[in-house]
């Protein structure tokens, strides 16, 4: 018997079912910045039946072995943020810099007849700076502090510590921002029929990009830092 319900929230399901991601991204459901809602809330927000994205998720849920590799949010406050710094702040760090020059090149060749595309260029060079500060700042001040937090919890380390939490969720918003409107803008990131390589391998890895970041987000802001917030 599945626990959720139409009142679950949905950054709760996603924390406990980390592929409901795919649901949710698919029906443009926000489950990272704007997760904690309950999951009938949503659904109204996009017009959709309610009951119809519930039966989804249970579905997905009767589908999914066991895995603790596969349910990050159960691992500990270390664990996860080595899951945070080896999955998805690697992949930053390789990918953005990677992307840069077929972003530059596919705004230069077809950013005439596809004005967005020169838009596109400045969006994915905000993003790219944005997230590449953003987790050099985790990775050398934030996330030491946590560490030291979760081995000594109290009202000290978390004065120290929350100006900083505070401040990265409101790095998320700006990055999801920037990536809500990258979705827009590229339609769903669905390139045009007569679309060259260059065309759709930007589109296909702007999608890809998009996926990992809120899950990363997910993870800091409904998981990490939630269990911060709940242990003072």
Partial sequence: MSSFTLQTKVSDIVTAIPQAADVFRALRIDFCCGGKIPLEEAANKRKLDPE????????????????RDSRPGELTEPELIGYIQSKHHAFLREELPAMTPYVTKLARVHGDRHPELLRVQELFAELKEELLSHTEDEDRNVFPLVLKFAEQPGPEVFEKLKPHVDELEQEHE???SLLKELREITGDFLPPADACGTYRLVYQRLAALEKDTFEHIHLENNVLFDRIRAAV
């Fill in 174 to 176: 700006q990055a999801g």
């Fill in 52 to 67: 119809t994205v519930l039966e989804s998720i249970r579905e997905l849920e009767t589908k999914l072995a066991e895995s």
